[in-house]
C-alpha cells in the first residue's frame, strides 16, 4: 500500500514561487507513474504534471507550461513541483497522486493512490 503526503503549499502573491514535494512511502518494488493534480473550489480537478516511473514527463497542462516544472526522485521516493510566475488562477488544492505500472498521463481516474492535499493561494 502506497502512502502519499504533500508539503509546500502556503499562501504567496501573484508572481511568487512555491515549491511542493510529496513523499512517498510503501513502494513495493514496481514502476510507478506519480503525478500533481489541483482542483479549485466550484471546479473539476485538473492535471498538472506527470512524470513517468524513469522520470520523463508525460504530460503538463497547457495552462501551467513554462510556469512548473515537475521532478522525481526515485531514490527518495519523492515528487516536486516548482511552481513560478504563480497567477490567481493557480489557487487549488494540490494532490500528488501514483499509479502502478508504466502507463503514465494526466488522467485522474487511473491513479489508485492519493495523497490529502495541500493548499495554494494566490494573492493578487
Known amino acids: 500500500q502506497v502512502q502519499l503526503v504533500e508539503s509546500g503549499g502556503g499562501s504567496v502573491q501573484a508572481g511568487g514561487s512555491l515549491r511542493l514535494s510529496c513523499a512517498a512511502f510503501g513502494y513495493a518494488y514496481s514502476p510507478y507513474c506519480m503525478g500533481w493534480f489541483r482542483q479549485a473550489p466550484g471546479k473539476e480537478r485538473e492535471g498538472v504534471a506527470a512524470?513517468?516511473?524513469?522520470?520523463?514527463?508525460?504530460g503538463l497542462a497547457a495552462s501551467v507550461k513554462g510556469r512548473f516544472t515537475v521532478s522525481r526522485d526515485n531514490a527518495k521516493n519523492t515528487l516536486s513541483l516548482q511552481m513560478n510566475s504563480l497567477k490567481p488562477d493557480d489557487t487549488a488544492m494540490y494532490y500528488c497522486?501514483?499509479?502502478?505500472?508504466?502507463?503514465?498521463?494526466?488522467?485522474?481516474?487511473?491513479?489508485?493512490?492519493w495523497g490529502p492535499g495541500t493548499q495554494v493561494t494566490v494573492s493578487s
Open positions: 512524470v513517468y516511473h524513469g522520470g520523463g514527463l508525460a
Open positions: 497522486a501514483a499509479r502502478a505500472g508504466w502507463s503514465c498521463d494526466l488522467e485522474a481516474n487511473e491513479y489508485q493512490y
